[in-house]
């Protein structure tokens, strides 16, 4: 199991800017797909956005389109998360996640995650 470790997030204003990164231990590493979920308190986690590893699909949640934006570098087996137009409604825990099993459709799937983030917040104030 990989060792995911994010950096980012904080506190922010609405309508700002923050980002979250998310690094996988080790020198081999070829998941399926990388993304994003987040838990707001009380709320069941959610998905935000992935990435396919090979060929770099992207995917997101239809209330993080346009304004969120995923990328990855597969050199540092690395993930980013920007996150712009910053809303409260954001406001959660975000968790990075890996998984070696996907399709096209759904390419991260909370179900096959196989390795997760501890989890940085992104508070966002009205």
């Known amino acids: 199991q990989k060792q995911l470790v994010e950096s980012g997030g904080g506190l922010v204003q609405a309508g700002g800017s923050l980002s979250v990164s998310c690094a996988a231990s080790?020198?081999?590493?070829?998941?399926?797909?990388m993304g994003w979920f987040r838990q707001a308190p009380g709320k069941e986690r959610e998905f935000v956005a992935a990435?396919?590893?090979?060929?770099?699909?992207?995917y997101y949640a239809d209330s993080v389109k346009g304004r969120f934006t995923i990328s990855r570098d597969n050199a540092k087996n690395t993930v980013y998360l920007q996150m712009n137009s910053l809303k409260p409604e954001d406001t959660a825990v975000y968790y990075c996640?890996?998984?070696?099993?996907?399709?096209?459709?759904?390419?991260?799937?909370?179900?096959?995650?196989?390795?997760w983030g501890q989890g940085t917040q992104v508070t966002v104030s009205s």
């Open positions: 080790g020198r081999t590493f070829s998941p399926y797909a």
């Open positions: 996640a890996a998984t070696l099993v996907g399709n096209y459709y759904v390419p991260l799937s909370s179900a096959n995650v196989a390795s």
């Open positions: 990435i396919r590893w090979s060929g770099g699909r992207t």
